[in-house]
């Protein structure tokens, strides 16, 4: 790919993402973003971690609820359209019908197919009952235009946590909504789940691109706040003999990048809010390369700072995240062919971080 055609493909990422209405790209940029060898470019959205909350009769908090409508309005005025478009789990804070009712009707006003990822504040009132009558199966995989798609259910825990240990459904839920809670237990993804996955991934070749949704990182990052699934090492092991993988995860309410072998990771934003990134990154001893850099937000007074939504760039087999995050900088995490990682295109040059963010 000649650097001018990066270019002009980076210029109209970032044209498509600030809002600009449906009709108002020359087509000719449309064309040249389609035009790439080795398969066939498209484009889907994500959104991710809506966490709608109910307060009591007919009333939600508000926040949250205004989060999700924005992220729908922008995600249909998307041109070009996304193929579809992915809901990354945390619909619910509380998992109650509802909640999951409600962030269920905001969704539907999307114009496109949805696939739709579980997500921990969904599943511990009712270990997703309810949540499958909205959206089926927990996990599930599909294949469009030459790539595999698989949406895992990362956020199992123990069987004696689930069905044992709290004395009602409400206890359980609240246990495992807390962020960093010694109460709490790790993500897993379960014996049953990667039996499938095995035999799911057994049916693809090796040079398909495979692009695997999950709620929690596929990677272990810290523990403490369940930014972690227990048997990483086991999924990353089954997905190490294809090309070109990608696994693009919620949850962490931030931006985040790695690369381990051949697979990117890559985090997506929270409609409802941010979390800030754990001091570990900093202390940690860690055999991961450096995750990221801090979001430019923190604006208290500015209830959607450091939330956002995706448009995402399925190229030759590799995704580009354009990061809508509402009323801050865009930012776009692309792979870099050259360096065979994911990086921030605006921070990967260090001379363009604040002070406060050169030491990472
Ligand atoms: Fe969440
Ligand atoms: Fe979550």
Same mark, same amino acid.
């Given at each position: 790919?000649?650097? @001018?055609?990066?270019?002009?493909?980076?210029?109209?990422?970032?044209?498509?993402?600030?809002?600009?209405?449906?009709?108002?790209?020359?087509?000719?940029?449309?064309?040249?973003?389609?035009?790439?060898?080795?398969?066939?470019?498209?484009?889907?959205?994500?959104?991710?971690?809506?966490?709608?909350?109910?307060?009591?009769?007919?009333?939600?908090?508000?926040?949250?609820?205004?989060?999700?409508?924005?992220?729908?309005?922008?995600?249909?005025?998307?041109?070009?359209?996304?193929?579809?478009?992915?809901?990354?789990?945390?619909?619910?804070?509380?998992?109650?019908?509802?909640?999951?009712?409600?962030?269920?009707?905001?969704?539907?006003?999307?114009?496109?197919?949805?696939?739709?990822?579980?997500?921990?504040?969904?599943?511990?009132?009712?270990?997703?009952?309810?949540?499958?009558?909205?959206?089926?199966?927990?996990?599930?995989?599909?294949?469009?235009?030459?790539?595999?798609?698989?949406?895992?259910?990362?956020?199992?825990?123990?069987?004696?946590?689930?069905?044992?240990?709290?004395?009602?459904?409400?206890?359980?839920?609240?246990?495992?909504?807390?962020?960093?809670?010694?109460?709490?237990?790790?993500?897993?993804?379960?014996?049953?789940?990667?039996?499938?996955?095995?035999?799911?991934?057994? @049916?693809?070749?090796?040079?398909?691109?495979?692009?695997?949704?999950?709620?929690?990182?596929?990677?272990?990052?810290? @523990?403490?706040?369940?930014?972690?699934?227990?048997?990483?090492?086991?999924?990353?092991?089954?997905?190490?003999?294809?090309?070109?993988?990608?696994?693009?995860?919620?949850?962490?309410?931030?931006?985040?990048?790695?690369?381990?072998?051949?697979?990117?990771?890559?985090?997506?934003?929270?409609?409802?809010?941010?979390?800030?990134?754990?001091?570990?990154?900093?202390?940690?001893?860690?055999?991961?390369?450096?995750?990221?850099?801090?979001?430019?937000?923190?604006?208290?007074?500015?209830?959607?700072?450091?939330?956002?939504?995706?448009?995402?760039?399925?190229?030759?087999?590799?995704?580009?995240?354009?990061?809508?995050?509402?009323?801050?900088?865009?930012?776009?995490?692309?792979?870099?062919?050259?360096?065979?990682?994911?990086?921030?295109?605006?921070?990967?040059?260090?001379?363009?971080?604040?002070?406060?963010?050169?030491?990472?």
């Amino acid at each position: 790919m000649s650097n @001018k055609i990066l270019n002009t493909r980076r210029d109209f990422l970032r044209t498509t993402a600030s809002g600009l209405v449906a009709g108002m790209l020359p087509v000719s940029l449309v064309r040249l973003a389609s035009a790439q060898e080795g398969g066939p470019d498209f484009t889907f959205a994500y959104v991710s971690d809506a966490h709608i909350q109910h307060v009591k009769g007919s009333q939600f908090v508000r926040n949250w609820d205004r989060g999700l409508i924005r992220a729908v309005a922008e995600a249909n005025l998307l041109e070009p359209k996304p193929d579809f478009v992915v809901f990354g789990g945390d619909l619910a804070q509380l998992g109650t019908k509802a909640e999951l009712d409600h962030g269920a009707e905001i969704l539907s006003a999307l114009n496109y197919k949805t696939y739709a990822v579980l997500g921990e504040h969904d599943y511990y009132l009712d270990l997703g009952e309810y949540w499958s009558e909205l959206y089926g199966d927990h996990y599930y995989s599909w294949d469009h235009k030459g790539a595999h798609f698989v949406t895992l259910n990362s956020i199992l825990t123990y069987d004696d946590w689930t069905f044992n240990r709290w004395e009602s459904a409400e206890r359980r839920m609240n246990e495992m909504a807390g962020l960093d809670n010694p109460n709490g237990s790790p993500f897993m993804v379960g014996k049953k789940q990667m039996d499938w996955l095995k035999k799911d991934l057994a @049916k693809v070749s090796k040079d398909t691109p495979v692009v695997v949704f999950s709620h929690s990182p596929l990677q272990k990052i810290y @523990k403490g706040w369940n930014f972690w699934t227990e048997e990483a090492e086991d999924i990353q092991a089954l997905l190490k003999p294809f090309n070109k993988v990608n696994v693009i995860y919620g949850h962490v309410h931030q931006i985040q990048y790695n690369q381990i072998g051949n697979i990117a990771f890559t985090s997506v934003m929270s409609t409802a809010w941010p979390w800030p990134y754990p001091e570990s990154y900093a202390q940690a001893e860690s055999h991961l390369p450096i995750l990221t850099v801090p979001m430019n937000r923190a604006d208290p007074f500015n209830e959607r700072d450091a939330t956002g939504w995706q448009f995402m760039n399925m190229h030759t087999g590799r995704v580009d995240l354009e990061f809508n995050l509402y009323d801050n900088t865009n930012r776009t995490v692309a792979f870099n062919e050259q360096k065979g990682h994911p990086e921030d295109t605006s921070y990967s040059d260090p001379t363009n971080r604040t002070p406060a963010q050169r030491h990472y």
